[in-house]
């Protein structure tokens, strides 16, 4: 398996925006591609659609948690949550918004073939308003059984895996009670998606449209592919 590797342009930090119907999506989806990521020290503007004062709280604290030497930009909203269908135009409007101010890299957002109403409704606006963007769709697991078959995926070692699990549990303490909030759901995805990319664990993302441009070193050197 020939890996791609994500890299920012020449000079300028990585550019990414992430996108949540809820407070906790992000991190659930994408945790340990976070974690990774801020290692570069990335331009991330994080952006939740809805949730309580509680849950924003929540928001913010994984965002800086997940993100600790991110340039990092955070805006949350406040649209009913379960109602996003119902408010398509609003959450149009304010995915418009970020778009007419910033052009990222690449964009973490939820997958058109969730069964949740928000993250579907959320998921199938992106690519209406970010059309020259590598889009990275996230799963969550729910007992709607909607897990799919995933085109992309970032391996995670096991110390990444549980420090996501770790902080998904110190972020987001309403969640706690939830009978599907353990470290066995958690983790127990990850390794199957390690075990999918032959990794011990990873998380997997669904993309529907990527360019690859070959990048071939000087004679004698090695060569080095990125996505």
Not at 39 to 66: C, D, I, K, M
Not at 75 to 89: I, M, Q, T
Not at 94 to 102: H, K, N, P
Request: glycine share 6%; with cysteine.
């Amino acid at each position: 398996m020939l890996p791609l590797h994500l890299g920012a342009p020449a000079g300028v930090p990585l550019s990414v925006l992430a996108i949540g119907a809820h407070p906790d999506d992000i991190e659930i989806g994408a945790g340990g591609l976070l974690l990774a990521l801020a290692q570069g020290r990335p331009n991330v503007r994080y952006v939740v659609l809805t949730g309580t004062e509680e849950r924003h709280q929540e928001a913010r604290n994984a965002a800086r948690s997940f993100l600790p030497d991110a340039d990092l930009a955070i805006e949350l909203f406040d649209l009913p949550e379960g109602r996003l269908p119902a408010v398509w135009a609003d959450v149009k409007e304010i995915l418009e918004g970020i778009a007419r101010s910033c052009s990222p890299d690449i964009i973490i957002a939820p997958s058109s073939d969730d069964a949740h109403q928000d993250h579907r409704t959320t998921a199938e606006i992106v690519p209406t308003v970010f059309r020259d963007q590598l889009s990275l769709a996230y799963e969550i697991p729910k007992w709607d059984g909607d897990i799919g078959r995933p085109s992309v995926y970032v391996p995670l070692s096991a110390e990444t895996a549980s420090r996501k699990v770790e902080l998904l549990h110190k972020c987001f303490p309403s969640q706690r009670n939830r009978d599907w909030w353990d470290d066995e759901v958690f983790l127990g995805l990850a390794r199957l998606r390690g075990m999918e990319c032959r990794a011990p664990y990873a998380e997997a993302f669904t993309c529907t449209k990527s360019v690859i441009v070959p990048v071939l070193s000087a004679p004698g050197n090695s060569r080095e592919e990125t996505l």
